[in-house]
């Protein structure tokens, strides 16, 4: 355990990098705001920093390694550096063994205790491990990222499932959700500060309550009630959670303050790959739980993830998702090949997937995705109405959302937080062409 020093401002530059989730980025904007209040600045160059931190994931193996490589040159710098998020409780024998002359290593939820530990380090203390969770609330350092009309706040983190493969259950542990109270209060700074995209992160948003005695269409319901013209990002949630309040929950979300964007993963078309998953739904749940969606709230945009070669699958299994995909074509699917996680059951099967097997039905998989979405993108040819601009394109022109939350590219000269009527007159594959309109 550090020893701790006065807590006492001092002026220092830090720079911090981020891997991972939306809650790693939101934990990062937290890091900001948290040492903003002991005299820390942010920088954008490591080289002039007076202490580096990165804030690192372990969800799956390649950003494992990405982030090992990386903390391994900058731990070869004779700048301190300070290591957080998830990779320390999972695989700490890894981390320890690339970065042996570490400043500090902290667990996910270290927030507070970032600011007294910053402090030892610049003092010049080195070796520090504290993977303890801190106990109060990390949601009164919330400073939103700057620049940006784009704001992300967790509202829960940790969940209530087991699954094969996971190993971030390891890192965040069982659910500890934030007060209803406390959000509000978040969310009512946030839109006074001029956030237009307010993304309400978690694990699986659905456990939001489920320790506290309150529930999600509560707090969404709440946050429906704070006056402005900003929309709200809904995050991942699993469905087995919701079946039985759904209804209830698009009726809260059928206001304009939220987006029409709902991020299910399904991981697998066989039933019997959910169950070695341990995912406590059935693929006829989860189908059930889109074609509500789609019919309470059209125009929809369904995510959903897919593992593909998870121990144990089969040809028949790998055809029942793809069948899946083809029959539900979802507007978003995010694919992964499986790896082993530190610890986890599917870690131990003696079933494995070859490594060739799973590359080809990845590409496989793929190459259907990539035709669902180019098909369902041309049916927003001619689509008039509004989108709100968010940021600046990668290859120019602005990024902005239609309400259902597809991308949209305009090449106009406004405000990012403009809400402007827009006719698509062009469309690619995962994004839409956008053309001001005065018919909106």
């Known amino acids: 355990m550090f020893k701790g020093v006065a807590d006492r401002p001092l002026m220092f530059r830090y720079y911090l990098e981020t891997y991972g989730c939306s809650l790693n980025m939101a934990d990062s904007d937290l890091m900001v705001g948290r040492l903003a209040l002991i005299g820390g600045k942010r920088i954008s160059e490591p080289d002039s920093a007076d202490i580096l931190i990165v804030n690192t994931c372990a969800v799956k193996e390649p950003t494992e390694d990405r982030v090992i490589y990386r903390v391994g040159e900058l731990d070869g710098a004779d700048i301190p550096l300070i290591i957080t998020g998830c ?175 709902f991020h299910m993963p399904v991981q697998s078309g066989s039933d019997a790959i959910l169950h070695s998953m341990n995912r406590r739904y059935s693929v006829a749940e989860w189908v059930s739980a889109v074609r509500t969606i789609r019919r309470v709230l059209p125009s929809s945009t369904v995510a959903t993830d897919i593992i593909v070669g998870h121990p144990g699958e089969t040809k028949a299994d790998f055809a029942a998702t793809m069948d899946l995909i083809r029959t539900v074509r979802p507007e978003v699917v995010n694919i992964s090949k499986y790896g082993d996680r530190p610890g986890t059951p599917a870690s131990e099967s003696d079933v494995k997937v070859d490594t060739s097997v799973k590359k080809n039905r990845s590409r496989r998989l793929s190459k259907l995705v990539s035709t669902i979405l180019s098909q369902k993108a041309k049916a927003w040819l001619g689509w008039v109405g509004p989108v709100l601009v968010t940021s600046l394109a990668p290859k120019g022109g602005l990024l902005a959302r239609t309400p259902s939350y597809r991308p949209v590219i305009i090449d106009n000269d406004v405000p990012l937080g403009t809400t402007l009527p827009v006719q698509i007159s062009s469309a690619e594959r995962t994004y839409l062409v956008g053309e001001v309109s005065d018919l909106g």
């Open 87 to 261: 990779l320390p409780k999972i695989n700490l024998p890894r981390l320890l063994d690339a970065v042996p002359h570490h400043g500090a290593i902290l667990g996910p939820q270290s927030v507070e205790k970032l600011g007294p530990v910053v402090k030892a380090v610049l003092s010049g203390e080195r070796g520090i491990i504290d993977l303890k969770p801190d106990k109060g609330s990390k949601l009164r350092f919330f400073q939103g990222p700057p620049h940006s009309v784009v704001c992300t706040i967790p509202i829960c983190e940790g969940c209530l499932g087991a699954c094969s493969y996971c190993a971030v259950r390891f890192a965040r542990e069982s659910v500890r959700s934030y007060s209803i109270e406390t959000l509000g209060e978040v969310v009512k700074n946030a839109v006074s500060s001029g956030y237009k995209e307010i993304r309400l992160t978690a694990q699986d948003a659905a456990t939001y309550g489920s320790d506290t005695g309150e529930s999600l269409i509560n707090l969404l319901s709440r946050l429906d009630e704070i006056p402005g013209d900003h929309r709200f990002r809904l995050g991942m949630f699993n469905c087995n959670l919701v079946l039985d309040s759904l209804d209830e929950l698009l009726g809260v979300m059928n206001s304009q303050h939220f987006f029409r964007f």
